[in-house]
């Protein structure tokens, strides 16, 4: 299925896409795209770990950078995407990685499960020495820790009105997705289903947010 991406910066990539957030840059955010979605893999919170495959920006760096986006860019949405369960992770560094989270405060983030694969470097440089039990109890965590997180952010959308796309009907709602949401992962805005109203989907509704729960969203298609 083929997703339209609503308005907004969509950047894959490690830290040095951010590395130099220049004056040029942050105009350009600022007079085109006052609320933006910067998708951002910014890897581990913890300063401990560094490969050969990484750059070498520190924690400090990371917080500095945001503020600067958030102080230049008002209203910007912010997502990440963390790993937990890293070779050599300790209980230490994932309690500092929940600290970055708790600072951050992400609007939108994705976790996962540190998995071995063949021919990578991290199989080469380590042994995968962190329990399953222990990865699924850190991932657990962290996206509990985040759903209290997005919960708030999405509570202060109620009563707002925003454009949203259709992505597809389910049961008795259509699913629809707001400009902070990538496709599949994040929060979804549910519709109701009207009789004498059939939104099309990929389509762009005006819509009001009604009513939140957590990572959903609820709402209606205006008039």
């Known amino acids: 299925m083929a997703y339209t991406y609503l308005k907004g910066i969509n950047i894959g990539g490690w830290m040095n896409c951010f590395e130099d957030l220049t004056d040029d840059f ?3 955010v600022r007079t085109f795209i006052t609320e933006s979605d910067i998708d951002r893999i910014a890897s581990w919170g913890a300063d401990h770990i560094r490969l050969p495959f990484q750059n ?3 924690n400090e760096d990371t917080y500095a950078l945001i503020e600067r986006i958030r102080r230049e860019v008002p209203g910007i949405s912010l997502r990440t995407t963390l790993m937990v ?18 600072d951050m405060r ?7 499960a540190y998995c071995e694969e063949d021919s990578t470097p991290a ?6 020495n962190v329990r399953p039990e222990v990865k699924q109890q850190r991932l657990d965590r962290l996206m509990r820790l985040q759903e209290t997180i997005a919960a708030e952010f999405n509570k202060s959308l109620v009563g707002k009105q925003m454009t949203a796309i259709v992505d597809r009907e389910e049961d008795d709602y259509y699913i629809l997705r707001t ?5 599949e992962v994040d929060t979804e805005l549910l519709v109701r289903k009207d009789m004498n109203r059939r939104p099309q989907i990929g389509c762009f509704y005006n819509v009001t947010i009604d009513a939140y729960e957590n990572f959903d969203l609820y709402g209606h298609i205006n008039q």
Not at 179 to 183: A, N, R
């Open 123 to 128: 199989q080469r440089l380590y042994d995968d």
């Open 85 to 102: 369960g890293f070779p050599t992770e300790t209980d230490s560094n994932f309690e500092e990685l929940c600290q970055y989270v708790k």
């Open 179 to 183: 400009q902070y949401d990538s496709p």
């Open 56 to 58: 070498d920006i520190l």
């Open 26 to 28: 942050a105009a350009h």
């Open 106 to 112: 992400f609007e939108r983030m994705g976790a996962f």
